[in-house]
Every structure is written in C-alpha cells, then in structure tokens.
C-alpha cells in the first residue's frame, strides 16, 4: 500500500485548502482511513477518520466545523477539505489507512491505529 498526499502549500490566515490521499496497492471498500498532522515539537494528532468498522467519521475538537473529509471511491483518493485556516494550523499533513478496518473512526484518530501512512504534505498559514 502506498500513499501520496498532495495539495499543501501557504496560505493566509482564514484561507482554505484541500489536500488529496492517493492510495495504490489499496481498494476502499472495507477501510479505516485518517488525516494526521505533525507541528514541529509536538506529537502526531489526528484530525478526522473514517472507518467502516463503525460507519462513522471521527473529528477532532481543533477541525471540527473548519475541515471536511471526503472520499473518491472511484479514484482511490481521500479529501481534507480546509477552511478558515488559522497560524496553529501550520504543519505537515499525512494520509493513514488501518486496511481491515480494526477499529472505529474515533480510535483510529486518536490513538492512532493505522498500519500504512503516506509521506506528509506541508501547510503553512501565515500572513
């Protein structure tokens, strides 16, 4: 399973992005699939999950009301969709899949129960 996630760059404060996952080697029929974030210093959050292990979608306190996750089934391809973005928002930004899926979208997030993650793509919101 590789994954590759696109779409980050600079933006202003209040701005908006959209990052793209592309999963190869990987189908999403049953699947547990996350966005995550790394600041410099600070450990690994997770953002927003999806899993069919609950048929949920998980958001964390941070993005809940600002970010989006969606899915290309078709494409093989998960979205975060990024608005109203703020300078703590800065960092880099990874796709993860837990491929059975294990675990519900909540705990893939948080304690973050992936098996393959993609190599991340920066975000920086500044002004």
């Known amino acids: 399973v590789q994954l590759q996630a696109s779409g980050g760059g600079l933006v202003q404060p209040g701005g908006s992005l959209r990052l793209s996952c592309t999963a190869s080697?990987?189908?999403?029929?049953?699947?547990?699939i996350g966005w995550f974030r790394q600041a410099p210093g600070k450990d690994i959050e997770g953002l927003s999950c999806s899993s069919t292990n609950d048929g949920l979608v998980y958001y964390a306190d941070s993005v809940k009301g600002r970010f989006t996750l969606s899915k290309d089934t078709a494409k093989n391809t998960v979205y975060l969709e990024m608005n109203g973005l703020k300078p703590e928002d800065t960092a880099v930004y990874f796709c993860?899949?837990?491929?059975?899926?294990?675990?519900?979208?909540?705990?893939?997030?948080?304690?973050?129960?992936?098996?393959?993650r993609g190599q991340g793509t920066l975000v920086t919101v500044s002004s």
């Open positions: 993860a899949i837990d491929h059975e899926p294990r675990y519900p979208a909540r705990t893939i997030c948080e304690a973050l129960t992936y098996e393959y």
């Open positions: 080697g990987y189908t999403f029929y049953h699947y547990g």
